[in-house]
């Protein structure tokens, strides 16, 4: 199985749309406008005859074509970067901290990384905490909740809105895959989860 995940910098440079378009989307990425450029890479990494190196050197060759230098890679990276440091806690500080207005932060972020700046900032002090809670066994979530969260009740009511559950009742269930994925991750690329990792420039 092969799996190519894209940071804002990849998407800015290999997909031709609106990534606020493309979020939690289920799609025939053949048929997709926004994917089917990728389409190609089916008859190599479907074909069982195809050797693992034979996979790579399609995939590379498939990517090369396709890439493409972005006016906005500058912006793209230090809104990342600013999101990725937490050091945050408002859409102004962060508009701040990347030299930009309010309102090309939006843009950015919504054509780049699929959300608005405020739920991307808001994902992204849940993920610390997460990471902190899963990484650090026998941690109370008091101790693993992120510094900007304002009590205990404000991170309970977003864990729930974007875990479907208390945290409690995530806390009482087992993690063996999820534990191990994180774990591993975290010691070979630096980082527990994808919306943790900084950008990096190629």
């Not at 950015?108 to 992204?124: D, E, I």
């Not at 806390?171 to 690329?189: G, K, N, Q």
Request: with cysteine; aromatic share 10%; net charge neutral.
């Amino acid at each position: 199985m092969w799996g190519v995940g894209f940071l804002p910098l990849g998407w800015a440079r290999f997909i031709d749309a609106d990534a606020s378009d493309c979020a939690n989307l289920i799609c025939d990425g053949a048929q997709h406008p926004a994917f089917r450029h990728f389409a190609s890479l089916g008859d190599v990494l479907c074909d069982p005859e195809a050797s693992i190196d034979e996979q790579f050197a399609a995939l590379v060759a498939v990517m090369t074509r396709a890439m493409r230098p972005n006016r906005d890679e500058p912006r793209i990276a230090r809104v990342h970067a600013a999101l990725v440091s937490g050091d945050h806690a408002t859409v102004h500080e962060l508009a701040d901290a990347c030299a930009m207005s309010i309102r090309t932060l939006e843009r950015v972020c919504m054509r780049y990384f699929g959300f608005a700046p405020k739920l991307l900032m808001r994902r992204q002090r849940f993920m610390r905490s997460l990471t902190t809670f899963m990484l650090q066994r026998g941690t109370r979530w008091t101790e693993a909740m992120d510094a900007h969260y304002h009590d205990q009740a404000q991170f309970t009511r977003e864990f729930r809105e974007f875990m479907t559950m208390n945290p409690s009742e995530y806390a009482a269930l087992d993690h063996p895959i999820l534990t191990s994925f994180m774990e591993a991750r975290a010691r070979v690329w630096g980082s527990p989860a994808q919306t943790l990792d900084p950008p990096v420039h190629r």
